[in-house]
């Protein structure tokens, strides 16, 4: 089974119910984190998946809601007994500043073992894994980020999540024929690096994705849920759409 299960869906300040965005994708082969904002060794306990069961974690780019929870979760995952050594996947500045953020932190025997894989936009991530592909594509936003499309290799399904950007053609393409699309829509209205409700289903009408969730949102700091979801519709998108939840699951 493939599936994506939110940890977080909130803008970079949390709100009362949104944690900043992160996400976990459950394969056989065990667990892949993606971006690690917050509470996120607990945040997987709570969407009753086993921390120890991590074979990798993604890192979207290098701002502060998307990595703040990494230190803690390598911190944690030696205290509780991780074996094997963790890949941490992203693109080179990001890789770059987390290295020295966990030097910083002087984890030394507290920390499992890493292995530090840089990828670029356009590459497949050589994750080896017999039941899907990870392709990544370049977003526009202040900081370097990647996009994901996490592609079954039986059936050729894909879910894909856009991390942080403004609408873009790299994205756009990445997001084609998507059975689910995971967008952030974090503005009410155009903003460089960020993408608003109507923009979000604008791209799932063009990509003709199957399914929308806006995630990096808050009815408290972006517009409420009812005027979201309209706002995608005005944007061009008549399928299925609605507000990502925490601890919300996707399967593929
Ligand atoms: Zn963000
Ligand atoms: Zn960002």
């Known amino acids: 089974m493939l599936r994506m299960t939110l940890l977080g869906v909130g803008t970079a300040v949390p709100d009362q119910d949104r944690e900043n965005t992160h996400m ?36 979207t780019h290098s701002h502060t809601d998307h990595i703040n929870g990494l230190p803690a979760l390598i911190f944690q995952l030696a205290l509780a007994g991780f074996q094997g050594s963790l890949p941490i996947y992203g693109n080179a500045p990001t890789i770059e500043l987390v ?24 590459q ?3 994750l080896h ?13 202040p900081r370097p980020c990647l996009a994901l499309r996490l592609e079954d290799r039986t059936s050729g399904s894909a879910l894909v999540y856009s991390a942080d950007t403004e609408p873009c053609p790299t994205v756009q393409d990445l997001a084609r024929g998507a059975s689910i699309l995971i967008h952030e829509a974090t503005t009410p209205q155009p903003f460089a690096g ?3 409700p109507r923009q ?12 929308l969730v806006l995630v990096h949102f808050s009815p408290r700091y972006t517009m409420s849920a009812a005027d979201a979801i309209a706002e995608v519709h005005a944007g061009g998108f008549a399928g299925e759409a609605e507000i990502g939840r925490e601890f919300g699951t996707y399967t593929l």
């Open 129 to 141: 894994s017999p039941s899907y592909r990870l392709r990544v594509a370049d977003t526009v936003h």
């Open 24 to 59: 976990v994708w459950e394969a056989p082969e065990g667990l892949l984190l993606i971006d690690a904002g917050g509470s996120t060794f607990q945040r997987i306990l709570r969407a009753g998946l086993d921390p120890l069961a991590l074979r990798g974690v993604f890192l």
């Open 200 to 211: 979000a289903g604008t791209v799932a009408a063009t990509a003709q994705a199957g399914r």
């Open 194 to 196: 960020h993408t608003t």
């Open 99 to 122: 290295r020295r953020i966990l030097d910083v932190f002087g984890l030394e025997q507290y920390k499992v073992p890493l292995e530090w894989v840089v990828v670029a936009g356009g």
């Open 124 to 126: 497949e991530v050589p």
